[in-house]
């Protein structure tokens, strides 16, 4: 069994920032990639930012691009997600997700193309 689990979320005023980690535990696996996705109120869920393992490509929305960092530690098997200049409409569940290595083709803002995903951590940005 695989699990990943988030933390660091929580509320912040406008223009702040925030670190979320995201540990994997459990059964060894290796991961080509790891996401964060995140999901507002009445909203679908929509990727955030990607890193893939190995190489550290990383991959963003357009709308958080130049605000947050993705970055990974191999040996932690853990994946972060620093927030700055954090606006209201950033206000979202986050959750991340792992994409398994040798299955498929990695789409990393795809959701459905990862096979774990956390419980996700409350990110509350006040105006």
């Known amino acids: 069994q695989v699990q990943l689990v988030e933390s660091g979320g929580g509320t912040v005023q406008a223009g702040g920032s925030l670190r979320l980690s995201c540990v994997a535990s459990?059964?060894?696996?290796?991961?080509?990639?790891m996401g964060w996705f995140r999901q507002a109120p009445k909203k679908e869920r929509e990727f955030v930012a990607a890193?893939?393992?190995?190489?550290?490509?990383?991959y963003y929305e357009d709308s958080v691009e130049g605000r947050f960092t993705i970055s990974r530690d191999n040996a932690k098997n853990t994946v972060y997600l620093h927030m700055d200049s954090l606006k209201p409409e950033d206000t979202a569940v986050y959750y991340c997700?792992?994409?398994?290595?040798?299955?498929?083709?990695?789409?990393?803002?795809?959701?459905?193309?990862?096979?774990?995903w956390g419980q996700g951590t409350q990110v509350t940005v006040s105006s």
């Open positions: 890193i893939t393992w190995t190489r550290g490509s990383t």
């Open positions: 997700a792992s994409h398994l290595d040798r299955v498929g083709t990695y789409y990393p803002d795809k959701a459905y193309d990862y096979h774990y």
């Open positions: 459990g059964r060894t696996v290796s991961w080509f990639g």
